[in-house]
């Protein structure tokens, strides 16, 4: 793993954990319409999964670090191809079966990005065993992991928790970014930090079945988010940032919470903006220590920010991150000093 040489306490080493890999299908059309038969502009293939795009963000910073993945052997060798075209460093554990994907349809005349996710395979228990095995081997103290996404079909939900376990176990700190179920499992571990956005968030909290997760808006976006993220936290989580799109990401620790603003982009493709997030968040983490906390989740959002002006998730212009990170750092001065 790529080292590290932060200026406060030494982050060792960095792993992105991204067990269920797809392929993104990204479809251009006029535009979607229910019941219709409609002919597309053009397809687009690219390596998926939210860590797929955590990666993608840091090697923009210049920072390559493994990403471990479950690598179905059907069809594996196409998204490990995809992968390498990239860049990505890919540790790659085998599975049977064929690769998940993911249908992106971006409708040209909108300019609106709807997306299904598969839910791919199912994955046998011996072959989840091996990634947990190639995790704990990658793993050391003071090392950054980083678990996204949902889990492949026939991963127990258990396994962000393991996950989590794993990391504690061998003094690495750990960032959760997972899907609701999962995520709600895996907090009485105490993971470091865990970074839902708001349906995720208020989805794990309430245990109710998701299938879809429409964009948080309205007027009380802010007052869901803080008190998810307090939720959270009362939970089991160390802390907890919950991102709310346009609005901004609420953070919260025990007994703190407080709100960091997001400020206005004109946005291509929000696909992605969560994964870039974290990416954002686990640079500042991996430069400043593992008690830059705040100042991550600032990062994180100015990323995240900067990722919606993009068409690829993940996609990032580090100056253009920077440049929304010091807007956002002013209008938190504004509001500390009113």
Known sequence: MTTITSSGKELSAMLVANPNLAIDRLVTLAEIVPGAVMRSRRTELSPGGKGVNVARVLRAHGVDVPLLGLLCEGDGALLAGLLADEGANLVAVATPGTVRQALVFR??????????????????????????????VRLGANDLLTVSGSLPTGVPVEGYRQLVELAHAR??????????????????AHPDLVCPNLEEAEAALSGAPVDVLPIPDGADVRDRAEAAAQALVAAGAQRAAVTAGAAGTAFATAGTVSWIPAVPVEVVSPVGAGDSFVGGLALELLHHGPDAWRAAVVRGVATASASCETPLAGGVDPARAEELRGKIEALLDEVGAS
């Open 171 to 188: 003094g690495a700190v750990i960032v959760v970014d997972a899907a609701p179920a999962p995520l709600a499992t895996a907090l009485p």
């Open 107 to 136: 409708e040209a005349d909108a300019g609106r990005i709807t997306v299904v996710n598969e839910p791919g395979d199912p994955v046998p228990a011996a072959a989840w065993t091996s990634y947990l095995d190639a995790a704990a």
